[in-house]
């Protein structure tokens, strides 16, 4: 019930495209929705955040979109630039304070191409 | 560069030795988390200090040894770690007692066990 299933695991988008990745859970508890963007060599990254109360939210190329009747959300990045080339985690976490807990999605490496 | 500082980047030791990874942060977070990560997989959740007190440990074993002297430091002290243990060990902060704030992860060290 802890799960987060991340899709897809590795995606080649052209430059200017749109990239899609998906994320569904099954704990109703997950209050807290942030998406995390990591560079070889690098730590996580926060990239956007989303509340279940909230069915879209965009920031820049970034849009989360959350349907909280099917338990799933998703990242899209408007006209896709090499430098988005990355994996990226979704993430849910349940909110008690102090000792909150993220759980990830498995992770999609994504690839821009010229 | 991250808020979260970590040092070393980089440690190799032997299956014998004792090493300290060390994690440091001014944000004023009252949080503080020990992630371990392997390639191309998500972080896994070690430990959680909360106000400097340890609340979460993820039946890490006794060879990893966390310690917050302080709202600052957090530190995760090795000891006759297993060539299974190499990874990139990944340190993160967040306020308490404030809904919906992030994880902030710092650049990680990449520990290599000989």
């Known amino acids: 019930q802890q799960q987060v299933k991340q899709s897809p695991q590795s995606l080649i988008v052209q430059k200017g495209g749109i990239s899609i990745i998906n994320c569904a859970y099954e704990n109703t508890a997950f209050d807290y929705f942030p998406w995390y963007q990591q560079f070889p060599g690098k730590g996580p990254a926060l990239l956007i955040a989303?509340?279940?109360?909230?069915s879209e939210k965009k920031e820049g190329r970034f849009t989360i979109s959350f349907n909280k009747s099917a338990k799933q959300f998703s990242l899209h990045i408007m006209d896709s630039q090499p430098g988005d080339s990355a994996t990226y985690f979704c993430a849910a976490r349940k909110l008690n304070f102090g000792n909150e807990k993220l759980t990830f999605g498995t992770g999609t490496r994504l690839t821009i191409i010229p | 560069d991250t808020e979260v500082t970590q040092t070393p980047k980089h440690l190799v030791m032997g299956m014998t030795n004792k090493k300290s990874l060390k994690c440091e942060q001014h944000?004023?977070?009252?949080?503080m988390y020990w992630y371990k990560q392997k390639a191309k997989k998500p972080p896994e959740l070690m430990f959680v200090y909360s106000y400097e007190k340890l609340s979460i440990n993820e039946s890490v074993p006794s060879r990893f040894s966390p310690e917050c002297p302080n709202s600052s430091l957090l530190n995760l002290h090795l000891h006759a770690l297993q060539p299974e243990d190499s990874a990139l060990y990944l340190c993160a902060s967040s306020l308490v007692d404030r809904g919906n704030q992030p994880q902030h992860f710092g650049d990680g060290t990449r520990l290599s066990i000989l």
């Open positions: 989303i509340r279940p109360d909230v």
């Open positions: 944000m004023g977070h009252r949080a």
